[in-house]
Nanobody, 123 residues
């Protein structure tokens, strides 16, 4: 059974940083695409970043390029999202998700989802 557990959310001032973690289990970590998605109140869910460590595939939404960095630690079966230069518009619930097809991550349609972690950026 695929399990994804996010942590690291919180309240931060604009310009600050947070690092989210996604601990994964139940699948071959390196072969799966793992992504971060977010949903703000009243808005549609948005893809933030995807990674697949087996081949180095990596993508970011334009809104976070240059500010967010996704990485993975295969030894810990954990994916991280380092978020710098945070803006109030980054406020959302951030979800970790996984799929065995990288394209499904890019399309925002991964099969398995975590419970989410709240990120709030104050102005």
């Amino acid at each position: 059974e695929v399990q994804l557990v996010e942590s690291g959310g919180g309240l931060v001032q604009a310009g600050g940083s947070l690092r989210l973690s996604c601990a994964a289990s139940g699948f071959t970590f390196a072969d799966y695409a793992i992504g971060w998605f977010r949903q703000a109140p009243g808005k549609e869910r948005e893809g933030v970043s995807c990674i697949r460590s087996s081949d180095g595939s990596l993508d970011y939404a334009d809104s976070v390029k240059g500010r967010f960095t996704i990485s993975s630690d295969n030894a810990k079966n954990t994916v991280y999202l380092q978020m710098n230069s945070l803006k109030p518009e980054d406020t959302a619930v951030y979800y970790c998700a996984a799929d065995d097809y990288y394209s499904d991550c890019i399309k925002g349609m991964p099969d398995s989802w975590g419970q989410g972690t709240q990120v709030t950026v104050s102005s």
